[in-house]
């Protein structure tokens, strides 16, 4: 089984600039997180979404972040303008539907620089 | 609000020996699950152990076992016969039926030959 997909690995861009980052699921897999992984602590929920509906975004900054989760499948995280504080790891996770929790499975990642 | 809470930034075991990893958290509901996920240098968050509040007994993974104390809001890690693979950042993390996931601060563990 394939896993979580992330792309790029890494990303270098100047504060103001634009990035986007892209996630494909594990196949048949409904929910979808979004993580921020600032260096030296753990990973904060930017945003979940249940298929093509978004669950939960309460934590995303949505002056300058915006995700969407097109057909259900693969999702794109953006941020514009990006900032010196945006310098973090940015983690996919999704799981498949099921009663209770279920398991997440993440991707490997996509870091990004702001300079 | 729920938080995870992990007070040992670092720690180092030698290989083969026994290491345990501290973890408290505090929540006011009483059905919960509890997990603990490596992360490599790859950065790629690998589940290792997961409990679910309402069962009593600790779980077991190999080498891995928890203890957890509900009523002192305590979900430790004992990692046993420590190999150098197990040399990486671990995190503590917390979750209910609504299945996002809330981390704390991570311990590095060092593995020495």
């Known amino acids: 089984e394939a896993g979580v997909a992330q792309s790029p690995r890494y990303k270098i861009i100047e504060k103001r600039q634009s990035v986007a980052f892209w996630c494909n699921p594990i196949s048949g897999h409904a929910t979808l997180y979004w993580y921020q992984q600032i260096l030296g602590q753990g990973p904060k929920l930017l945003i979940q979404?249940?298929?093509?509906?978004?669950?939960?975004d309460s934590q995303l900054p949505k002056d300058r972040f915006s995700a969407e989760r097109l057909k259900g499948v693969d999702s794109t995280l953006k941020i514009q303008p990006a900032k010196l504080e945006d310098s973090a790891v940015y983690l996919c996770a999704t799981e498949a539907e099921g009663e209770g929790n279920t398991e997440a499975f993440f991707g490997q990642g996509t870091r990004l620089t702001v300079v | 609000a729920q938080t995870v809470t992990q007070s040992q930034p670092e720690m180092s075991v030698q290989e083969a020996e026994t290491v345990t990893l501290s973890c408290t958290y505090d929540t006011s509901e009483s059905d919960y699950y509890l997990f603990w996920y490596k992360q490599p240098p790859s950065r790629q968050m690998i589940l290792v152990i997961r409990q679910e509040a309402y069962k009593q007994q600790n779980a077991t993974e190999n080498r891995f076992s928890v203890n957890f104390q509900k009523a002192a809001k305590s979900f430790s890690l004992k990692i046993s016969d420590s190999q150098l693979g197990d040399a990486a950042m671990y995190f503590c993390a917390y979750s209910t039926d609504t299945d996002k996931l809330i981390f704390g601060t991570g311990t590095r563990l060092q593995v020495f030959p």
């Open positions: 979404f249940q298929n093509n509906g978004v669950v939960d």
